[in-house]
Nanobody, 120 residues
Framework: QVQLVESGGGLVQAGGSLRLSCAASGRTLSMGWSRQTPGKEREFVSA????????YYADSVKGRFTISRDNAKNTVYLQMNSLKPEDTAVYYCAASSYSYSVTPGHYSYWGQGTQVTVSS
């Protein structure tokens, strides 16, 4: 089946950068990233179609985050620049059988999450 493993989280100062990776086992699917902070609703951050031709960013991260994928490695990346304290969250990688979707309910597979902490 499909298994997703996130990595690359850590502690950074505001204004810094991190690059998250999501290694997938199984067939190639459309992918997305969500994040969750304790006490708040999960926010769908970014999505990329199977081919990489369609991309979505939430307004909160647009212009700062970049999603990409390398299908040869079956890996999706989230480059996060100009990080802010409000970006602090557990980031989850997800995969969908839809060709492209920005709806969390369309994502059937989820990784274990990786913690990102941004200090002032």
């Amino acid at each position: 089946q499909v298994q997703l493993v996130e990595s690359g989280g850590g502690l950074v100062q505001a204004g810094g950068s991190l690059r998250l990776s999501c290694a997938a086992s199984g067939r190639t699917l459309s992918m997305g990233w969500s994040r969750q902070t304790p006490g708040k609703e999960r926010e769908f951050v970014s999505a990329i179609s199977r081919s990489g031709g369609s991309i979505y960013y939430a307004d909160s991260v647009k212009g700062r985050f970049t999603i990409s994928r390398d299908n040869a490695k079956n890996t999706v990346y989230l480059q996060m620049n100009s990080l802010k304290p409000e970006d602090t969250a557990v980031y989850y990688c997800a995969a969908s059988s839809y060709s492209y979707s920005v709806t969390p309910g369309h994502y059937s597979y989820w990784g274990q999450g990786t913690q990102v902490t941004v200090s002032s």
